[in-house]
């Protein structure tokens, strides 16, 4: 079984996945619009543009009951990414020491996407 976490954005989703890419060290290998589809022709005009992550005003809704968990071997590395992702985001519990990590925190970033971010201590 392989579990894919399918995020879904407010008309932001090209600047999250670049802003996610940025952070984590990730390359984007492809990013389609509504309009560059299959299905442009059944897409209103003002969302051609959009990602097909970015979900139409009346159906978006905010992530809420679930949080993107991020393991983190370093320390510095745990630090690091959470304070990248917090810029304009909320702190939900600050990265600190934990009594099962070196690292942990939670915060929900500028896009709405609540992340655990976690380095756990060695066995």
């Known amino acids: 079984m392989q579990l894919n976490p399918y995020l879904t954005f407010n008309g932001q989703c090209e600047a999250a996945i670049k802003f996610y890419a940025k952070v984590l060290g990730g390359k ?6 509504y309009g560059g589809s299959p299905m442009a022709e059944q897409t209103r ?3 051609r543009n959009k990602r097909a992550s970015d979900a139409p005003p009346d159906r978006y809704e905010a992530m809420k009951g679930i949080m993107v968990t991020l393991g983190i071997d370093d320390p510095a590395e745990a630090e690091r990414i ?3 992702f917090l810029e304009n985001g909320t702190v939900q519990m600050p990265i600190q020491e934990t009594f099962w990590a070196r690292r942990f925190g939670m915060l929900v970033d500028q896009f709405g996407t609540p992340w655990m971010v976690n380095c756990e201590k060695a066995a």
Request: glycine share 0%; aromatic share 16%.
């Open 45 to 47: 005009s003002e969302w």
């Open 82 to 84: 959470f304070h990248v």
């Open 28 to 33: 984007i290998e492809a990013m389609m619009t």
